[in-house]
């Protein structure tokens, strides 16, 4: 703390020098000079604060928005930034006066867009929001990396109350939700599968985004779809004024960026591609049997940005996945003959958004969305091909407005339509094969929205933002639903009688208001304490009864039989700042009540079951706990340190618990209840060409299903499993290190290269992520498996050009 | 060097990638629950041999060995027809045997009854015996499992796969298993310097050990017999009717020149059989990746106990009909350049009597027992 003072004495020493020596050269310095105005309402923006290369303090603008800095002749870095808009970044060569005149978005028109960089916007102290963590690219890119991929979803895991199975594993668990509880949307399109490699990395393109924004608890009404969490990421809007590019090469992945202008100040493209090429490096590497693996993976997003005037904005964004793996006897199907399988799944997204300002109180966002999430497993074998497809098809449209009459209100209301096309599996559709032709009917379901949100600033202390959504859904045809005996087990034989639809024809509808609120009561400047609820509905479920989900598992919309999933969520907040916002404290506790969540009966048969509901135990879930967290937001040396304590319990019993039960219907963990965790991240920036970043994660290790004893058939010794999740693993943790080297060349040059060295899991410790039982001649021997059980080095090439 | 380092670094992200995780053995493992059940491990065949029912309670502990039987139980089948054949206890304690005669029918229907002395009374599902079909086509291959270096047992081996055609009903299963039988010539190996007790039938434990090892040969002819440590099974719901090809039912180690004795036996199981098998899949032998699925162990799947419907049961009442096929694989021929067999060799020396000795014995009883028969096997030809 004493260094920061006497850094800080100083910087004030040396700007007051500048200042000086600025006034007593005003003749002869060149200077930069220009006006800052509002992008939608032309209005000057009086008090935004004009940085030069990376420094905290410059000058600010007067009350019509003008500002002139003098300096010496150099090429510099200019940052022109306001609370409550998106700062702006440029560099200017200084040979002569150089006017700059700025535009700077309001973020209110946009709450979604607010970037918590290192400069806070002080965001949890002021709204209402609750449970809402906000991740500028710049900050996820300080975190050491995996592989040297710079990754949304491991970034995500540092902060409290978001965890996951395991290592390596599919999707988020976010307050003891299941990964399919979450809604992962890419400008507004949703994200089935959010990770390539079966889960190992994100599939967001690092590069494309521009923020994320996640709603661990207060989700706003215009959300739905969902029961537990949305993470809400944007694209980049590509510069109108000029070129600029950026990428990397890497071990996993090679990857770049370009901002397009196409039309100055009006229109511009965006492309970011990502691609691995771990092909060749097989072959040159690898062992015999694993020169004939392929595993490759490619995202692309691109994104039309044109703005013919300031009060209209139209977005087109695309964004594409692509997995291709072929393996020897992974994830083929079973009861099928095949040595060689190979697989491929991914993701087609595209939106259009179309903004219009109609006044400076009253703004509209029109979109349109399309996901299109497919999957293939295929075995080009001569008499037993296999070629088994699914599929997603999501459509959505969606009208937003923003009404804003005075500094108290703040209303947000829209409607949304959403249907669903799945195609739960169709094998050997028109192909000559000894493998049947297996067809599983398309499901259709539409679903529909109205809501509203309203801030009501009732006085400087109290603010409350309260919401209502109504949520219809219906199951359409044509479809057929199965009758089952009353008093009997769903199953093949206890069906009485089928029901048949015809196209059009609703077959199940469900719906209900999810009221949203959360309140905010300032404690002084600095404090305040904060309480929300959530109702929440989910139509939409994951069929999945691995440890994480594979990417071909199913997904099925709420029918006759699977009830909408319905959850409850209370939380309360307190949040203090200290040295002015340079330290922000939280702690957030949580309450979540789930109904009609899902489960399977034992040795439950998902894949190509036209009959799924005979394999289902509908059952209940709550989660609960606390997360404290403490961050340095400002200077040389930045980071976070947080406990999370949390819990996640299941129970499910079905009409026939003799059957349709799980663990003779008691409570138990899932999953991924890990009760106590520890996240530490530290960065260190020095000097603007070096940062260090350590991140450290402890975990209580998760449970795991223990044997009670052994039993003997057959000569062969099993053991007995009698309760799920009695036990668990070993507790986790990891240090990681990551050393930024950025323009090593120090010269300020439009070609900017960066060199990011990490380790990963620096003290090498074998963690498991899971413990299971082998049989052997002698008895039964556990085993733990390790995903990543030595220190990962890796380095990343990255270059801007600017 | 650095081409070295630069090459175990992309090594170990590309093994990263395809999650060819780690895995280690735990030794230190506690055991968090103890509790023993009721097991049954009945079988109604069409082979008169395999006819039996075992009643046992489970082990509370993963290191036991002990499995309690249930003796003096009251067991019977009960058919289609509502005959009742009476299962007796048989030399070893828990296992019933029928009356000799008794053999499984195609086509027919059994229901298991147990009573214990204790008056529990346990009835199973009827299940009916399907016909199996004959084992068509058997073929082997010498194939290399090159994630393994040469030297490792692993590596080289002839993959069996059989061809065979399904019935045309809807809903069979399949179960194959097989047996190896190995003429041995050493009957029994000492450690220590000690020598083979012939009263006792154990080896003489000296004082003072030494680092002698004595093996002793075999009286008479004896062979050991290994069989399949995993399960395989099959469900026809993807190809009904259809001629199955190709299905991978065992691998032969490469562990000698000989001929290799090996008998297969296909099993037309019936579903409940097929869904307790596939559980013990799940649980212990297709575990151990990252997508696994929960460890469950099915109770009570198609033997429930009428004085207590809570209690949970072990085990299952499996009626099958079994075909059988001997083969011997010559592991002289097909082998690819390089590849040498894997043969343990002889430690220690062959015990012979000295010279002169009186009553001295060298040769070595074969003793029965599930691992070690001195009756022919069958088809043995060689």
Not at chain 1, 147 to 163: A, K, Y
Not at chain 1, 250 to 277: Q, T, Y
Not at chain 1, 692 to 715: D, H, K, M, Q, V
Not at chain 2, 112 to 122: A, N, P, V
Request: charged fraction near 20%.
């Amino acid at each position: 703390m004493a260094q920061f003072f006497t850094k800080g004495k100083i910087l004030f020493f040396l700007l007051i020098v500048l200042a000086f020596s600025a006034f007593s050269q005003t003749t002869t310095l060149p200077a930069v000079y220009g006006r800052v105005i509002d992008a939608q309402t032309g209005e000057p923006l009086k008090g935004a604060v004009i940085a030069l290369d990376f420094k905290k303090s410059g000058t600010k603008t007067d009350s019509l928005g003008n500002y002139k800095i003098h300096l010496p002749y150099g090429e510099y870095v200019i940052k022109i930034s306001h609370v409550g808009y998106n700062s702006f970044r440029s560099r200017v060569l200084l040979k002569k006066d150089e006017l700059l005149n700025v535009e700077l978005n309001d973020v209110t028109k946009q709450l979604e867009e607010v970037i918590v960089s290192s400069s806070s916007t002080k965001k949890d102290i002021q709204t209402p929001s609750l449970g809402v963590t906000i991740l500028s690219l710049k900050g996820i890119k300080k975190l050491p990396t995996m592989m040297g991929e710079v990754d949304v979803i491991r970034s995500l895991q540092t902060l409290p109350g978001v965890s996951s199975v395991g290592e390596g594993s599919n999707g988020l668990n976010i307050r003891g939700s299941n990964v399919d509880q979450n809604l992962i949307y890419i400008d507004d399109t949703p994200i089935f599968n959010p990770t390539h490699m079966f889960g190992l990395f994100s599939v967001f393109a690092s590069d494309a985004i521009r923020d994320l924004e996640l709603y661990k608890g207060g989700v706003p009404a215009r959300f739905g779809g969902r029961s537990a969490a949305v993470l809400d990421i944007k694209m980049i809007e590509p510069n109108t004024d000029h070129f600029k590019m950026q990428g990397g090469i890497g071990l996993v992945s090679n990857r770049v960026m370009a901002e397009i202008p196409v039309i100055k100040e009006k229109l511009s493209v965006l492309v970011a591609a990502r691609g691995s090429f771990n092909d060749f490096l097989f072959k040159m590497v690898a062992p015999d049997n694993l020169k004939n693996i392929r595993a490759n993976f490619m995202d692309i997003a691109t994104k039309i940005y044109y703005r013919p005037n300031n009060k209209n904005t139209i977005s087109f964004s695309n964004y594409f996945s692509y997995d291709y793996y072929r393996v020897d006897s992974l994830f083929s199907l079973e009861n099928v003959v095949a040595k060689r399988t190979n697989f491929d799944y991914g993701h087609q997204n595209f939106a259009v958004h179309w903004n219009h300002y109609f006044s400076p109180k009253l703004s509209m966002m029109l979109s349109g969305t399309t996901t299109f999430y497919n999957t293939k497993t295929y075995a080009p074998d001569t008499v037993n091909t296999i070629n088994l497809l699914s599929s997603i098809k999501y459509n959505n449209i969606h009208a937003s407005f923003d009404y804003i009459p005075n500094d108290k209100h703040k209303l947000n209301f829209g409607v949304s339509g959403t249907s669903y096309k799945i195609m739960p599996g169709r094998l050997n559709e028109g192909v000559a094969s000894r493998v049947s032709t297996v067809i599983i009917p398309d499901e259709q379901s539409f679903e529909a929205g109205i809501y509203a949100d309203e801030e009501f600033k009732v006085s400087e202390k109290f603010t409350f933002q309260a919401g209502l959504r109504y949520s219809q859904y219906w199951q359409i045809g044509a479809g057929t639903v199965n009758e089952y005996a009353s008093n009997q087990m769903p199953s093949l034989g206890t069906i009485t009688r089928k029901i048949n639809y015809a196209p059009g024809e609703v077959m199940a509808s469900y719906g209900g208001f999810e009221p949203r609120l959360t309140m905010k009561y300032s404690i002084g400047k600095d404090a305040t304490v904060k309480f929300g609820y959530n109702r929440m509905q989910q139509f939409f479920q994951l069929l999945s009864n691995n440890t994480t989900p594979l990417p071909t598992s199913r997904w099925k919309t709420a029918s006759a039989y699977i009830k909408p999933q319905k959850s409850d969520f209370v939380s309360l907040g307190l949040f203090k700042t200290f040295n002015e916002n340079v330290y922000e404290t939280s702690l957030e506790t949580y309450y979540r009540d789930v109904q009609n969540t899902l489960d399977f009966v034992s040795g439950a048969n998902l894949q190509l079951n036209p009959n799924i509901e005979t394999q289902l135990v509908t059952g209940k879930g709550k989660a609960y706990g606390f997360e404290l967290m403490l961050q340095k937001k400002k200077g040389e040396m930045t980071g976070w340190i947080s406990y999370t304590y949390a819990r996640a319990f299941s129970q499910m019993v079905g009409d026939f618990p003799e059957v349709q039960s799980i663990n003779g219907g008691n409570w138990f963990p899932t999953n991924y209840d890990k009760p106590h965790t520890f996240n530490a991240m530290i960065n260190m920036t020095p000097t603007p060409h070096h940062s260090f970043s350590f991140t450290f994660a402890y975990n209580t290790g998760r449970p795991f299903s223990s044997p009670s004893g052994l039993y003997e058939i057959g000569g062969k010794r099993y053991p007995v499993f009698s309760e799920r999740n009695n036990d668990r693993i070993r507790d986790y943790h990891r240090l990681d290190f990551s050393w930024t080297i950025s323009n090593p060349s120090m010269k300020h040059v439009r070609w900017e290269g960066s060199w990011v060295f990490t380790v990963y899991n620096l003290y090498g410790r074998k963690n498991p992520y899971s413990l299971f039982f082998k049989s052997t001649k002698y008895g039964i021997q556990p085993y733990e498996l390790s995903v990543f059980a030595s220190p990962f080095v890796s380095l990343t090439y990255n270059f801007k050009f600017l | 060097m650095l081409k070295r380092i630069f090459q175990s670094i992309l090594l170990c992200g590309i093994l990263s990638f395809l999650v060819i995780a780690c895995v280690f053995p735990v030794t230190d493992f506690v055991q968090k629950d103890a509790t023993s059940y009721l097991v049954v491990e009945a079988d109604i065949t069409n082979d008169p041999t395999t006819c039996k029912v075992r009643i046992t309670n489970s082990a509370n502990r993963l290191q036991s060995v002990l499995m309690l039987p249930v003796t003096k139980a009251t067991v019977y089948v009960t058919d289609e027809k509502g005959v009742q054949t009476f299962f007796k206890e048989g030399t070893v304690s828990g296992t019933y045997l029928p009356p000799s005669g008794f053999v499984g029918k195609v086509g027919s229907s059994y229901q298991l009854y147990i009573k214990t002395l204790m008056g529990s009374e346990y009835l199973s599902d009827v299940e009916t015996m399907k016909p199996v079909p004959v084992i068509e086509n058997m073929i082997s291959n010498f194939e290399i499992y090159d994630q393994y270096i040469k030297g490792d047992p692993r590596r080289g081996g002839w993959s069996v796969y059989l061809d065979f055609k399904d019935n045309a009903t809807e809903g069979d299963f399949y179960q194959w298993n097989w047996k190896h039988y190995e003429k041995i010539q050493i009957c029994a190996t000492c450690t220590g310097g000690g020598l083979w007790n012939f009263t006792k039938n154990d080896c003489n434990v000296l004082k003072f050990p030494n680092d002698q090892i004595w093996n002793f040969q075999c009286d008479g002819n004896c062979w050991d017999i290994s069989w399949n440590n995993e399960i395989n099974v099959f469900s026809d719901v993807l190809t009904n009717g259809q001629r199955i090809v190709g299905r991978q039912v065992a691998r032969v180690p490469f562990d000698g020149y000989g001929m290799y004795y090996f008998r297969l036996e296909q099993r037309a199981i019936t579903k409940s059989v097929f869904n307790y098998n596939q559980s013990i899949i799940s649980s212990v032998q297709s575990n151990g990746s990252m997508f696994d699925v929960p460890a469950e162990t099915k109770f009570s799947l198609n033997i429930k106990s009428k004085t207590n419907p809570t209690e949970r049961i072990l085990g299952v009442f499996n009626v099958y009909s079994a075909d059988k096929k001997i083969f011997f694989i010559d592991r002289s021929k097909n082998i690819p350049e390089g590849e040498r067999a894997n043969i343990s060799p002889l430690i220690g020396d062959v015990y012979t009597c000295p010279p002169g000795a009186v009553g001295c014995q060298e040769r070595v009883p074969c003793f029965e027992g599930p691992t070690r028969t001195k009756i022919t096997p069958e088809g043995w030809n060689l």
